[in-house]
């Protein structure tokens, strides 16, 4: 995976782009970006999430701080009920703290609509899920151009083969999802992700649903985009997923119980 | 979300689900193609009835009234010199001709049978007002008029009576009427009864050999110079007799005049209101198809929530998952409008070509498709598209991520 884009590793304006055209969205980002190596990317203060459900309230996250920099590579951990969700959704833009303050590169999105929130999505987040969540009937290449659709971009077929060749599924373009091995639509889904050159690179269990090998091949791939510059969160409770991460969180009850930045990274063997 | 990818995505929702499109199609394409077949039903009616009226639709009659008026002067008869004076085009330049007519029952004897007739007395001019035509020998003419001959014209029926099927074989036979011998000169073409029981004669052969009345007569056609002059010949002629008959009050006239004319507005309005209430009748199979994409729609929307929630996470907006489903539900309807359309206009079209072989009654009905119509029930189909699509669209917009994503 040498092959992933070797942007980003410019100190300054984290909008400089080698692989991916330049268009709309991307120019605001060099107005809207303060950071450079190593600011803040996501600043989570004191975020509380309460659910209601009917009678019962359900406090799943409970004073959360967190700050994640740019370029880190961040695995949060914690077993089902920990609020490790709850706060992927709110990471990723997804839903809204009950109470707290959340920064995305800059930007307070604790209290936006809708509407700026799905924005927010369209321009910074790149997600992957555990259950890949490519559109069924759709093939590979526009299953990846369909950020660009959202974010108004005309011309996209050009960028949505270059981020499949990146993945390696330079020859499954015209593939539809249900023709591809769970691997391989894992790939698409880090393509689809890729292709508008996000800030933060969400993963929610990533390699919960795939094979050893093909996971094995998905967190190279992350680890290559990580190396590459882009910042990565991966939700998971495999231990051998988060030893992968420069730093891992462990929650526990809607609480961040450890915070602990590793060393040496462990290779993954294929 | 641009258009051309909405289109896309909204093709291939269709396609996914191709029987449950059909069906649901089905219900806009009935309901379209019924109000377009009735409308044109109703519009192939009005034309050819209008058709056939159209070259009578400048004839005015004219009649004496029935009875006294009670306290009022006796009644007037019509006599040849209120013909003149309708003549006269100093006037009234909107009438082209009055023929004067005097008829009643008389029994008709040929060789062997008897034909209780209508026999009616008249000038040369009436056939060819009458919009009838000859199927064997010729009318009588002016100088048969002058005259005073003996001749008489045979409707088909009385010729069919009196000398069988072929009405060459009444030309130069003689019939007798009122104990007087005429020679049978002509037969004229079948209009249907009652006006192929009739007996044409000379005007003045009529007053002398059979009814007698000296210069009476009871019935006028009066000619409007056109169609569009048949008010104004009307009133002509009202404004000329009610001179001559010295009547000041409307209600004391002592003739009628009737026109065709208004008797076919008459006729037209009712087939307009009609022909509405019938297509009224088969749009409400258009909102049975309304409630049918409704329907549909919301079980797409469920259907793909899930993909809902993963175009929300990847960067929809409300407004684009609303526009997709909007333009999934417009070209459902729009689709079926359009089928419903060709449908519509194909069986009115095959209906057309069809019903004339069945007969001349038949022919009557031949449906002829209207434009407004056509225009009218697709832009209620796209109108149905955008309603029917509106409610689950907007669920679909509304739904949050996270649960969408959630959703197995």
């Known amino acids: ?43 989570i203060e004191d975020v509380t999430k309460v659910y209601r459900m009917g009678k019962v309230e359900v406090r799943a996250l409970e004073s959360v701080d967190l700050t994640i920099d740019d370029g880190e590579f961040v695995a949060i951990m914690g077993p089902s009920g920990s609020g490790k969700t709850t706060l992927m959704n709110i990471v990723g833009c997804l839903d809204v703290p009950t109470s707290g303050r959340y920064l995305l590169d800059g930007t307070d999105v604790s209290r936006l609509s809708d509407n700026r929130l799905a924005k927010i999505r369209s321009r910074k987040i790149g997600f992957v899920f555990q259950s890949f969540n490519l559109v069924a009937r759709t093939s590979a290449i526009r299953n990846v151009e369909l950020p660009l659709v959202y974010a108004g ?89 988060a030893r992968f991460a420069k730093r891992i969180v462990r929650m526990r009850d809607g609480r961040i119980v450890s915070d602990q930045a590793q060393r040496i990274r462990t290779e993954v063997s294929a | 979300m641009n258009l051309g990818e909405a289109l896309r995505v909204a093709l291939r929702g269709l396609r996914a689900n191709r029987l449950r499109s059909a069906l649901t199609m089905l219900g806009i394409i009935i309901g379209v193609a019924s109000v377009i077949l009735l409308v044109a039903l109703g519009n192939g009616v009005q034309t050819s009835v209008n058709e056939k009226i159209q070259p009578l639709a400048n004839l005015i009659t004219v009649v004496p009234s029935v009875g006294n008026v009670p306290g009022g002067a006796p009644p007037k008869d019509l006599i040849d010199a209120d013909v003149a004076a309708l003549q006269d085009k100093t006037l009234s330049r909107d009438i082209a001709a009055v023929i004067p007519a005097t008829s009643g029952k008389a029994l008709v004897d040929g060789d062997a049978y008897r034909y209780r007739a209508n026999v009616v007395g008249t000038t040369e001019q009436w056939l ?25 014209v045979l409707g088909s029926a009385v010729a069919n009576y009196l000398y069988g099927d072929d009405p060459a074989a009444a030309l130069g036979k003689p019939v007798r009427i009122n104990r007087q011998t005429f020679r049978v000169i002509g037969v004229m073409q079948s209009v249907g009864e009652p006006g192929d029981g ?86 409400i199979s258009l909102v049975v198809g309304a409630i049918g994409v409704l329907n549909i729609m919301l079980v797409s929307v469920t259907e793909r929530t899930r993909e809902i929630g993963i175009r929300k996470a990847i960067g929809a907006t409300r407004r684009a998952i609303l526009e997709q489903f909007l333009i999934e539900s417009l070209l459902l309807a729009g689709l079926g409008g359009l089928i419903g359309v060709l449908v519509g206009v194909g ?53 949050r991520p996270i649960e969408a994503l959630r959703y197995q």
């Open chain 1, 1 to 43: 995976m040498g092959d992933v884009p070797s942007c980003r590793k410019v100190p300054i304006g984290r909008s400089v782009r080698c692989c991916l055209p330049d268009t709309g969205p991307y120019a605001i980002r060099l107005i809207g970006g303060i950071g450079g190596w190593g600011a803040s990317m996501i600043q």
């Open chain 1, 153 to 241: 971009v005309r011309i996209r077929r050009h960028a949505a083969r270059v981020a499949l060749e990146q993945v390696g599924l330079g020859d499954r373009l015209k593939h539809m999802p249900n023709e591809l091995s769970g691997g391989q639509q894992q790939r698409v889904a880090i393509a689809r992700a890729l292709i508008n050159d996000p800030v933060l690179l969400l993963a929610d269990e990533p390699t919960g649903n795939l094979d050893t090998a093909a996971s094995a091949e998905i967190l190279k791939i992350l680890g290559a985009l990580n190396d590459a510059g882009r910042t990565v969160v991966i939700i998971t409770h495999e231990e051998e997923v």
């Open chain 2, 128 to 152: 060819e007002v009458n919009n009838q035509d000859m199927s064997a020998g010729a009318f009588f003419d002016e100088a048969q008029v002058r005259s005073t001959a003996r001749v008489v």
């Open chain 2, 198 to 283: 009739v007996v044409a004669m000379p005007l003045p052969t009529v007053r002398r050999y059979i009814f007698g009345g000296g210069d009476k007569i009871n019935q006028m056609i009066v000619q409007a110079s056109d169609a569009n002059a048949v008010p104004a010949a009307e009133n002509d002629v009202i404004r000329i007799l009610s001179e001559r008959h010295r009547i000041k009050d409307s209600a004391n006239r002592d003739f009628e005049v009737q026109s065709l004319r208004s008797r076919l507005d008459t006729f037209n309005q009712i087939l307009r209101i009609l022909t509405l209430f019938t297509a009224a009748v088969a749009a």
């Open chain 2, 347 to 399: 069986l009115s079209v095959l209906g057309a070509n069809v019903a004339p072989s069945f007969g001349p009654t038949f022919a009557t009905f031949a449906p002829s498709v209207t434009i407004p119509s056509v225009i009218l029930s697709f832009a209620i189909s796209l109108a149905i598209g955008l309603v029917a699509g509106g409610y689950p669209a907007n669920r679909a917009a509304r739904l």
